[in-house]
């Protein structure tokens, strides 16, 4: 059965009330450490997002690989060599698409670098399954979309997509791994509908800081976060946008 990262949970559709309780109590079990990242986390999730276009993988695939690699460096003391980094983010990429039913284009990873045989990525597959007690059904904001969305009763689809945008945005973001996968998902929300829906804004906020399983403080810390992201986001491409300009004026000066 293929895994599904908006429904983690086999029977979630059918005992809703039972696994959304289960979703909050073992959420902490799928979270990495932020404190044990170094140059090499920056390295690998942009090792992962060229084979992600390189492959045309779908996001989904490249967010569980991300997750999958953040959780094994966190249990694990890893040296930082280049190439067992590539090995161990080629083995990730490798099991969150068999999670997916997708297939993974081993030459399109040699050409990124990911030079290596199906035994060796097999071998470190095995070492990653054992360090993460071979729970590969993460559990990640994204089930929790639904659950908040459906407490606000807001029908209007353009929220969940937004807010999923703001959350496969910022999964390269190390502060970000300090809160749990609810409180990422909440805070993308309220993030999302203060952006598209002003009126409908304090419904959403209100609803979820009124769950028991959130606390407010921390959700506003995330909040925080998610603006500054956004801000820095924006900065970077005006930034872009006036080089390009620059850029093309100075290539019609010389011509």
Same mark, same amino acid.
């Given at each position: 059965?293929?895994?599904?990262?908006?429904?983690?949970?086999?029977?979630?559709?059918?005992?809703?009330?039972?696994?959304?309780?289960?979703?909050?109590?073992?959420?902490t079990?799928?979270?990495?450490?932020?404190?044990?990242?170094?140059?090499?986390?920056?390295?690998a999730?942009?090792?992962?997002?060229?084979?992600?276009?390189?492959?045309?993988?779908?996001?989904?695939?490249?967010?569980?690989?991300?997750?999958?690699?953040n959780?094994?460096? /966190?249990?694990?003391?890893? #040296?930082?060599?280049?190439?067992?980094? *590539?090995?161990?983010? $080629?083995? @990730?990429?490798?099991?969150?698409?068999?999670?997916?039913?997708?297939?993974?284009?081993?030459?399109?990873?040699?050409?990124?670098?990911?030079?290596?045989?199906?035994?060796?990525i097999?071998?470190?597959?095995?070492?990653?399954?054992?360090?993460?007690?071979?729970?590969?059904?993460?559990?990640?904001?994204?089930?929790f979309?639904?659950?908040?969305i459906?407490?606000?009763?807001?029908?209007?689809?353009?929220?969940?997509?937004?807010?999923?945008?703001?959350?496969?945005?910022?999964?390269?973001?190390?502060?970000?791994?300090?809160?749990?996968?609810?409180?990422?998902?909440?805070?993308?929300?309220?993030?999302? /509908?203060?952006?598209?829906? #002003?009126?409908?804004?304090?419904?959403? *906020?209100?609803?979820? $800081?009124? @769950?028991?399983?959130?606390?407010?403080e921390?959700?506003?810390?995330?909040?925080?976060?998610?603006?500054?992201?956004?801000?820095?986001?924006?900065?970077?491409?005006?930034?872009?946008?006036?080089?390009?300009?620059?850029?093309?004026?100075?290539k019609?000066?010389?011509?």
């Amino acid at each position: 059965m293929e895994f599904d990262l908006e429904d983690p949970l086999a029977n979630f559709k059918e005992q809703q009330n039972y696994t959304i309780s289960e979703l909050f109590a073992s959420e902490t079990n799928h979270m990495p450490s932020p404190n044990c990242f170094n140059s090499t986390h920056c390295e690998a999730i942009s090792l992962i997002f060229q084979v992600q276009l390189s492959c045309n993988l779908e996001p989904f695939v490249a967010y569980l690989a991300i997750n999958y690699f953040n959780r094994f460096m /966190s249990r694990q003391e890893i #040296p930082g060599k280049p190439w067992l980094i *590539r090995l161990i983010v $080629t083995s @990730c990429l490798s099991l969150a698409s068999k999670m997916n039913s997708t297939h993974l284009s081993f030459s399109n990873l040699q050409r990124e670098g990911c030079k290596f045989d199906g035994e060796s990525i097999q071998k470190m597959e095995l070492v990653i399954l054992g360090a993460l007690d071979w729970r590969m059904r993460s559990i990640t904001p994204f089930p929790f979309l639904h659950f908040f969305i459906s407490l606000a009763e807001i029908k209007d689809q353009s929220l969940k997509e937004r807010a999923s945008e703001i959350i496969f945005n910022a999964h390269n973001e190390i502060k970000l791994l300090e809160y749990k996968p609810s409180t990422v998902a909440a805070a993308s929300l309220i993030y999302a /509908s203060y952006e598209l829906f #002003p009126q409908q804004y304090s419904i959403m *906020r209100d609803t979820i $800081t009124a @769950c028991k399983h959130i606390d407010q403080e921390t959700l506003e810390k995330c909040v925080d976060l998610m603006q500054e992201m956004e801000r820095n986001e924006v900065k970077g491409l005006m930034k872009d946008r006036r080089f390009l300009s620059n850029e093309t004026s100075t290539k019609r000066q010389r011509i």
